[in-house]
């Protein structure tokens, strides 16, 4: 079992651009949940998808947005990026209710 | 509105100690807590995954403790290393809903040779 895997490990882009982060969870999950890190922080809930959807939103703009593809993958995109954006992004699956496991991280630097 | 707090934010010990690293949440009903490692950069390890239903849970020089009464969790590491410095973070699962993670802001240890 590969666990969660994240692409890519790390990214540097530009204000203004935008950004897609991919996830795929573990073995027998359907949940898919993004968190944000900012440096000296606590990760921070961004969004959970299940069945395709989102199904709750933590407190991100709508610059946040992402998608569940039907292998339960998940992306997470990030339009006009901003300098505050630079973080490690991660994602936690689950099987609905279990507890959530998490993947290594994907570094974005925002320059 | 579930918050998690962790004290101290900094630590710095001599090899061997003992240590004990302190969690608090404001609200008792979460589904489990989980402590988590850290290293600079990096992702997150889990450590140790305490179930609402359990008080404690041991790996190793490792032992967390649960009391969801008083809104408590300790990491007691044993024996400390060098190579245990990290970033040590908490966090409590929601019980409902997302089931999301509430996570703490991290103590940072570091363990002097």
């Known amino acids: 079992d590969a666990g969660v895997t994240q692409s890519p490990t790390h990214l540097i882009k530009t204000r203004g651009q935008q950004v897609t982060l991919r996830c795929s969870p573990k073995?027998?999950?359907?949940?898919v949940s993004w968190y944000q890190q900012a440096l000296g922080q606590g990760p921070q809930f961004i969004f959970q998808y299940y069945e395709e959807e989102e199904r709750q939103r933590g407190n991100f703009p709508d610059r946040f947005s992402g998608h569940q593809f039907p292998n339960y993958s998940s992306e997470l995109n990030v339009n006009a990026l901003l300098l505050g954006d630079s973080a490690l992004y991660l994602c936690?699956?689950?099987?609905?209710?279990?507890?959530?496991?998490f993947g290594p991280g994907t570094r974005l630097t925002v320059l | 509105k579930q918050e998690v707090t962790q004290i101290p934010a900094a630590l710095s010990v001599p090899e061997g100690e003992n240590l004990v690293l302190n969690c608090s949440f404001t609200d008792s009903a979460i589904y489990n807590l989980q402590w988590f490692r850290q290293d600079p950069g990096k992702g997150l390890t889990s450590l140790l995954l305490?179930?609402?239903?359990?008080r404690e849970q041991t790996s190793g020089r490792l032992n967390a403790s649960l009391d969801k009464s008083s809104g408590r969790s300790t990491l007691y590491i044993a024996a400390s290393q060098p190579g245990d410095s990290a970033t040590y973070l908490c966090?409590?699962?929601?019980?409902?809903?997302?089931?999301?993670?509430?996570f703490g802001t991290g103590t940072r240890l570091k363990v002097l040779a």
């Open positions: 936690a699956s689950s099987g609905g209710t279990d507890t959530q496991y």
């Open positions: 966090a409590v699962q929601l019980p409902s809903g997302t089931y999301k993670y509430i």
């Open positions: 305490i179930q609402s239903s359990q």
């Open positions: 073995s027998g999950h359907d949940t």
